[in-house]
C-alpha cells in the first residue's frame, strides 16, 4: 500500500489533465445552484436551506474565505425559523462552528447531538475533530473508532483516523489510510480528492520525500487549480530545495487568494529567506498588525504571533503573554509546541520542557518540535536529550525548515562532547 497515491497521481496526471478554468463550478457552488433552487420550488423546505448551509460551508474550505461561513449562519436561521431546533441543521451548525474555530462550543454541540442520536456518524466525527483541536486526544481517538464500527472503511472515519495517526506518529498509517479514502471518493467531488493528495503530499513533505510530494501536488492543482493549500505545500518544497524566490510567488498567490495573517506571516518568513528583507520587514508589520486585531477571537494567528515575538520581534514577553491565553482555550500539540516555545524565550527552561514533553508523548513526529524540544532541554543542561532530539529531527526530515540550525547545533554539542572527552 505505501506510495500507492503516488502511482494513483501519476495515472490520473497522464490520463486525465484539467486546464486551470476549464471547470465551470467546483463542487461547493454546484450545490449551492442545487440547494438554491430547491428553495425556489419549496420555500418552506428547512432541509433545502441546511443544505444551502452546508454547501456554503464547504465552499469556505475550497476557498478559505471564512465569509462563506456567515452565509451558512444565515441559511440555517431560516432553517431553525421553519423547523426549530431541527437535527440536521443543529449538526450542519457545528461544522460551521469548526470551520470557525470556535472548537469549545462545537464540542459542547456535538456531545448533545450524540447523546440525542448515539448512532450518527458524522457527529462522531464532529466529536474527533473539536476533541482533537482542543488536545483532547483520548476522546478523539475513542469517537474515530466508533466511526469505523458503525460503518467500517466510511470516507469521513478514514480521514479522521488519520489525522490521529499522524499525530501519533504512525506517518505510514495515516498515508495507508488516506490513499484508501481517495480510491473511495467519487471523481466528481474534485476538491476532497485535492484535499487527500495535498495531505498525502504534506506527510510525504514531513519526513523529506519531496519528489513524491511534488507529484501528488501536481495532482492537487490539476484536480483543483489555484488549491491554496496545494499553493502553500509546494511552496514547502521550494522552500526545502532553497528555490527562494518560487517560494514568495507561490506564498503571494496563496495569500492574495486567502489574505489570512498566519499566510502573511508565512510569506513574510519566505521573503526573509529570499533576500528581499525590506519586503520581509514590511510583511511582518502588517502581518502583527492584523494578527493582534484577531487575537480575541476563536479564529486566530496567535500561534503565528508567539512565533513572531519570539524569533523576529525579540519580544519573548508579549510572546509568553499571548501563549498563555492560547493554551487556555486549546492544548493541542502545536499550541503546546509555541507556548514551550515562548517559555523558553523568557528563561522557564524548566517548564518549557514539562510543556514540550507533553507534546511529544502524544507521539507528534515533527522535525520543528524536535527541534525546540533539542533546544529547551539543552537549556536545563540535559545534553544528552538535546543531542537526541536533534538527531531525530534531522533523521525524520534532513530538509526541514529548522535542519540548518539543527545540524549547526548538533555539530556544536559534538564538538564540545569530544573536547570533554580528551579532558
Same mark, same amino acid.
Given at each position: $500500500? %505505501?506510495?500507492?497515491? =503516488?502511482? =494513483?497521481?501519476? *495515472?490520473? *496526471?497522464s490520463a486525465s489533465p484539467v486546464v486551470a478554468g476549464e471547470a465551470a463550478f467546483s463542487p461547493a457552488e454546484q450545490r449551492i445552484a442545487w440547494a438554491r433552487k430547491a428553495i425556489e420550488a419549496n420555500p418552506k423546505d428547512h432541509q433545502a436551506y441546511n443544505e444551502l448551509a452546508m454547501a456554503f460551508a464547504r465552499r469556505a474550505r475550497e476557498t478559505s474565505d471564512t465569509a462563506f461561513y456567515d452565509r451558512a449562519g444565515e441559511a440555517l436561521k431560516e432553517s431553525f425559523l421553519i423547523a426549530p431546533g431541527n437535527f440536521e441543521g443543529r449538526k450542519t451548525r457545528v461544522w460551521v462552528l469548526l470551520g470557525r474555530h470556535e472548537f469549545a462550543q462545537a464540542l459542547e454541540e456535538a456531545r448533545k447531538l450524540n447523546r440525542d442520536a448515539p448512532d450518527d456518524l458524522m457527529v462522531y466525527g464532529f466529536l474527533v475533530d473539536a476533541n482533537a483541536e482542543l488536545g483532547n486526544y483520548r476522546e478523539a481517538e475513542e469517537a474515530a473508532q466508533w466511526m469505523l464500527d458503525l460503518r467500517p472503511g466510511n470516507i469521513p472515519g478514514l480521514t479522521r483516523a488519520a489525522y490521529l495517526r499522524e499525530l501519533f506518529g504512525d506517518i505510514d498509517g495515516a498515508v495507508e489510510l488516506l490513499d484508501t479514502a481517495y480510491r473511495r471518493t467519487p471523481p466528481t467531488e474534485t476538491e476532497d480528492r485535492a484535499w487527500l493528495l495535498t495531505h498525502v503530499a504534506h506527510l510525504r513533505l514531513s519526513i523529506g520525500k519531496m519528489d513524491e510530494a511534488e507529484k501528488l501536488l501536481d495532482a492537487a492543482l490539476a484536480l483543483f487549480p489555484g488549491y491554496h493549500y496545494a499553493l502553500a505545500n509546494r511552496a514547502k518544497v521550494r522552500t526545502a530545495q532553497r528555490r527562494y524566490p518560487e517560494a514568495v510567488e507561490l506564498l503571494q498567490k496563496r495569500y492574495r487568494a486567502a489574505p489570512h495573517p498566519e499566510n502573511l506571516f508565512v510569506l513574510a518568513e519566505a521573503l526573509e529567506l529570499a533576500g528581499r528583507g525590506k519586503e520581509s520587514k514590511a510583511a511582518f508589520t502588517e502581518f502583527e498588525k492584523k494578527a493582534r486585531q484577531e487575537m480575541n477571537g476563536a479564529d486566530n494567528a496567535n500561534r503565528e504571533l508567539i512565533f513572531f515575538y519570539t524569533d523576529h520581534a525579540q519580544r519573548p514577553d508579549e510572546a509568553l503573554r499571548i501563549a498563555r491565553v492560547e493554551i487556555a482555550r486549546r492544548r493541542d500539540v502545536h499550541t503546546l509546541d509555541a507556548c514551550a516555545w515562548a517559555l523558553s524565550a523568557t528563561g522557564s527552561h524548566a517548564e518549557a520542557r514539562r510543556q514540550i514533553e507533553t507534546a511529544l508523548a502524544v507521539?507528534? *513526529? !515533527?522535525a520543528k518540535i524536535l527541534y525546540h524540544a533539542a533546544v529547551i532541554t539543552f537549556r536545563t543542561n540535559d545534553r544528552k536529550a538535546a543531542l537526541r532530539h536533534l538527531q531525530r529531527s534531522l533523521e525524520l526530515n534532513p530538509s526541514s525548515? =529548522?535542519? !540548518?540550525?539543527? #545540524? %549547526? $547545533?548538533?555539530? #556544536? *554539542?559534538? #564538538?564540545?562532547?569530544?573536547k570533554r572527552k580528551r579532558t
Open positions: $500500500m %505505501k506510495g500507492s497515491i =503516488v502511482l =494513483v497521481a501519476l *495515472l490520473f *496526471l507521539g507528534v *513526529l !515533527d525548515e =529548522v535542519a !540548518d540550525s539543527a #545540524r %549547526k $547545533m548538533l555539530a #556544536r *554539542l559534538q #564538538r564540545t562532547g569530544e
